[in-house]
C-alpha cells in the first residue's frame, strides 16, 4: 500500500480565513513534506519533516504553519493567505529523508486544490 | 543549487509511437526519480535509479541512470492515451532532504 490520503480535496477560503490542510499516511514512513505546485510548474518543496521533527522550511512565510502530531499526520495550518497563494497544495511522504536507496522514494497524496479569494 | 532541465518541454506522439525523453544536470545525481502526474492529481512515481548505468523497467516504461551521473532517460514503448501528463524527473540534493523537481515533459497522445 503506498497511499497518502489528502483533505480536502478543494478549498475556497477568504483572506481573513483559517483553515488547515491534512495529511495521512500509514505506510510506516518516517519522513513527511508540503509542497506547493502553480499551473504547469513542477512542486516546489515547502518543509520536511523527519521523525516528527521539522528539518527543512523552505523560508516560507509564516501565514503557512506546519504541524506533524505524529508519525501518521501532516497538517499545514493557513491564516491571511493571499490570493498568490492558491495552488496545488501536495503532501508525500518516504521512508526516511536520508536513508539510501528506498528512502529518497517519495509518495505523493492527490493534493487540495487551495483558492484565495 | 542543484537545477534539473528536461528535453523536449512537450512533444505530440501518435498513439502506438514510442517516446524518449531526458533530464539533465550540471551536478552529479545519486538516485534519479521519474513521476507522472495528471491534471489535477499527484505525481505517481514511476521507476526509481540508483546506480550509474542501472537500467530499470517497469511494464512499458524504461528508464535509464546516466554513466556521467548527470542523466537520466525515460522510454515509453508503443505509447497509448493514458499515457497523456506530465513526466517530471526528481531527484535529492547533495544533503538527501532537498528534493529537486525538473520543469517536466509534457506528452500528449493522439489517436
Known amino acids: 500500500d503506498t497511499e497518502v490520503t489528502q483533505t480536502p480535496k478543494h478549498l475556497v477560503m477568504g483572506m481573513t480565513n483559517k483553515k488547515s490542510l491534512k495529511c495521512e499516511q500509514h505506510m510506516g514512513h518516517r519522513a513527511m513534506y508540503w509542497y506547493k505546485q502553480k499551473a504547469k510548474k513542477p512542486p516546489e518543496l515547502m518543509f520536511v519533516y523527519s521523525y516528527e521533527k521539522l528539518s527543512i522550511n523552505e523560508s516560507v512565510p509564516s501565514r503557512f504553519s506546519p504541524e506533524c502530531p505524529n508519525s501518521s499526520l501532516l497538517n499545514l495550518h493557513l491564516h491571511a493567505l493571499q490570493p498568490e497563494d492558491s495552488a496545488l497544495y501536495l503532501c508525500?511522504?518516504?521512508?526516511?529523508?536520508?536513508?539510501?536507496?528506498?528512502?529518497?522514494?517519495?509518495?505523493f497524496g492527490p493534493g487540495t486544490r487551495l483558492t484565495v479569494t | 543549487g542543484q537545477q534539473l532541465n528536461q528535453s523536449p518541454q512537450s512533444m505530440f506522439i501518435q498513439e502506438g509511437e514510442d517516446v524518449s525523453m531526458n533530464c539533465t544536470s550540471s551536478?552529479?545525481?545519486?538516485?534519479w526519480l521519474w513521476y507522472k502526474q495528471d491534471p489535477g492529481e499527484g505525481p505517481v512515481l514511476l521507476i526509481a535509479?540508483?546506480?550509474?548505468?542501472e537500467l530499470t523497467s517497469n511494464g512499458r516504461l524504461t528508464a535509464q541512470f546516466g554513466i556521467t551521473r548527470k542523466d537520466s532517460f525515460l522510454n515509453i514503448s508503443a505509447s497509448i492515451p493514458s499515457d497523456v501528463g506530465i513526466y517530471f524527473c526528481a531527484g535529492p540534493n547533495n544533503y538527501g532532504q532537498n528534493f529537486v523537481f525538473g520543469p517536466g515533459t509534457r506528452l500528449s497522445v493522439l489517436p
Open positions: 508525500a511522504s518516504s521512508l526516511a529523508p536520508t536513508s539510501p536507496n528506498m528512502g529518497y522514494e517519495q509518495y
Open positions: 551536478s552529479i545525481f545519486n538516485t
Open positions: 535509479l540508483y546506480k550509474a548505468g
